[in-house]
């Protein structure tokens, strides 16, 4: 079996898949060869399970593409980033005002959309301005909703402490739910 092995000042050894389903592990500085081969054969076929499991697709059956969480005919696959923006900003221009006084926050948050691997919302404290993920476009109207909830409750509670889930849980209720359901119909892909 062929891997790449990235030794790093490290306790413990990690596997993960690159995007050519390429092993990789990284590994301590001081650890064996055989100890890093028996964990290569371990891991691999552990993460390509993993990894079937987690395919999932911004496209129904008959390829359409999910936009505000209803699926849509898109002509141009090349627009599809505008396309998102479009209908993002006018879920805001319709629904941000309004949960931002729901929760009574007083000095509101600016807005900005960006396409990112690693979050669907960041509140940053120093500019008073939450990013939300461009690929939040993809899920339902009650989703996106969750996630603005969330990340302006970061304006009273910046860590996910006690507190924190229940400002979240005063104007979402069901937060629990839309945030497994975030995590399940959630797809990150590279941009068309």
Known sequence: ME????RKNIKNMYARLDKDNNLVISA?????KKLIDEFARDSYEKLLKRKDKKRKSIYDKEGKVMILGIYQS?????????ILLKALKEYLNKNYLRIVQMMGIEKIPSIKIKRVKNYLGQYNKKTESI????????L?????EYV??????HTRYMNHQKEFWKEVSKYCP?????RNKCKKEYVYYESY
């Open 3 to 6: 891997y790449i092995v990235k």
């Open 28 to 32: 301590p500085l001081f650890i064996s």
């Open 74 to 82: 898109i002509d141009n696959m090349s627009e599809l980033n505008a």
């Open 131 to 138: 990013t939300l993920n461009l690929l939040l476009g993809h």
């Open 140 to 144: 339902s109207e009650e989703l996106i």
């Open 148 to 153: 603005i909830i969330h990340e302006l409750s």
């Open 174 to 178: 069901y937060y629990k739910t839309y």
